[in-house]
């Protein structure tokens, strides 16, 4: 060790705004709020992180997006929790020394969004969090922890689900903090709305006409190689009445390959699929199979059933107001089933409160009078 910790401030010289992705969905959030602030002038940077790094975890989200090329890479990679949150602080401590961000921003609940609120709250710089509040009561996810610790150091919370601002509320966060402004990856599906063509994906990747669309990576469901098997069976039973196209996520590609997933001849499995190819394929399939914070988010606004395989969700305005259920392994075949005669279950009529297309521009908004 050779520097002393400090928790200085920067200074008073700021390059503006910093936003800190690095993982699969912080793109699909960051990509609206990038747009509101570009079209105002604002003098924003945006520094991945390096979390994801595949072509189909990162890069093709850019080109689908049209988010800016990041202006750095950071190229932390993959490794334990301990190993990755440090590997991330030490990258992003340098660069926001250099870079002397007047406001970072960050998205959603991955180990990129606490270490850099970690970092950004030491060095005295403001934190913004983009999904504060959302709470699954469940510290077994990793996530949980993630999302605790950051909306603490946030100096602003934007809420996208009412329930969100009654949770900072009980964990002592100020109210004028907090901003109820709706939801960024709803944003990004209807602004691509047009391009999500479930036909020509169907056409290109040679699907059947009637499928279930499968995602699956929380390390409850595909870290352990009999919880995966068991998943791979109840995958095969329900493939028994129906095709099953599942993009696989690098987390639970070999546990579900050792379960022999792909020995069924109408399950479908495919390499993770970019936005639009993904969004077409839930938007063409009879119901959804996920793990996914936001599927569940992206099914509600599209009407397609989304079964959740676990124990709790962080989002439940997907169940009162959108198509989202939670099943069991055990359950999920009598569900799958239920679902594809048509029995849903009852739900409010209307769309989640302001996920109406324009909480980028509500944030960018509040972004740009706060460091006035
Ligand atoms: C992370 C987030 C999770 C989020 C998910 C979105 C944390 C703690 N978890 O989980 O909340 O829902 O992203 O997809 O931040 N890998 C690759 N290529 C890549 C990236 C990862 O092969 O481009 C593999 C590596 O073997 C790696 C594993 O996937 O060890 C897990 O990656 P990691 O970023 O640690 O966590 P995710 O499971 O992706
Ligand atoms: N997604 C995608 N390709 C895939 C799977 C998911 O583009 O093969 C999109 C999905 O539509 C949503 C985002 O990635 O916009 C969600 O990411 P993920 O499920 O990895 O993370 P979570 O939301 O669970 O944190």
């Not at 920067?10 to 609206?32: E, M, W, Y």
């Not at 003098?43 to 991945?48: I, Y």
């Not at 890479?73 to 602080?89: I, R």
């Not at 050792?258 to 063409?284: I, K, N, Q, S, W």
Request: overall charge negative; aromatic content about 4%.
């Amino acid at each position: 060790m050779t520097d002393v910790a400090t928790s200085a401030p920067l200074g008073s010289q700021d390059t503006g705004i910093v936003h800190v992705v690095g993982a699969r969905p912080n793109f699909v959030k960051a990509a609206p709020v990038v747009s509101a602030l570009r079209g105002r002038g604002a003098h924003q940077s945006v520094v991945h992180t390096g979390q994801h790094y595949d072509d189909r975890m990162s890069a093709v989200f850019f080109r689908d997006l049209g988010l800016p090329t990041p202006d750095v890479d950071l190229g932390v990679g993959s490794g334990s929790h301990a190993a990755q949150t440090a590997a991330l602080m030490v990258g992003l401590e340098k660069e926001f020394t250099e870079r002397r961000p007047g406001m970072v921003v960050v998205y959603g609940d991955v180990n990129s969004t606490v270490a850099a609120a970690l970092v950004a709250a030491k060095l005295c710089v403001p934190v913004a969090h983009v999904e504060a509040g959302l709470r699954s009561f469940d510290n077994t996810m990793p996530e949980e922890v993630n999302r605790r610790v950051t909306d603490q150091l946030s100096d602003l919370c934007f809420a996208t689900s009412p329930e969100a601002i009654g949770h900072l509320a009980a964990e002592g966060v100020p109210t004028d903090r907090v901003h109820l402004v709706g939801n960024p990856m709803i944003d990004t599906l209807l602004a691509n709305l047009d391009r999500f063509d479930a036909d020509a994906l169907r056409t290109r990747l040679d699907l059947p006409e009637r499928y279930v669309a499968a995602t699956l990576h929380r390390p409850a469901n595909v870290d352990d190689p009999d919880t995966a098997a068991l998943l791979a069976k109840r995958l095969h039973e329900i493939a028994d009445q129906v095709d099953v196209v599942m993009p696989v996520h690098p987390r639970g590609k070999a546990a579900f390959e050792r379960a022999g997933l792909g020995d069924h001849p109408r399950v479908h499995l495919l390499e993770p699929l970019g936005y639009l190819d993904f969004v077409a394929l839930v938007r063409g399939s009879a119901a959804v199979v996920t793990d996914s914070g936001g599927v569940q988010e992206e099914t509600t606004i599209l009407g397609v059933p989304c079964l959740t395989l676990r124990p709790n969700t962080e989002r439940p305005v997907t169940i009162t107001h959108g198509t989202n259920q939670l099943v069991t392994e055990a359950d999920l075949l009598q569900t799958v089933t239920k679902v594809l005669h048509g029995q849903t279950p009852e739900r409010v009529g209307s769309a989640p409160p302001l996920w109406d297309g324009h909480a980028g521009e509500r944030i960018a908004t509040i972004l740009t009078q706060w460091s006035r």
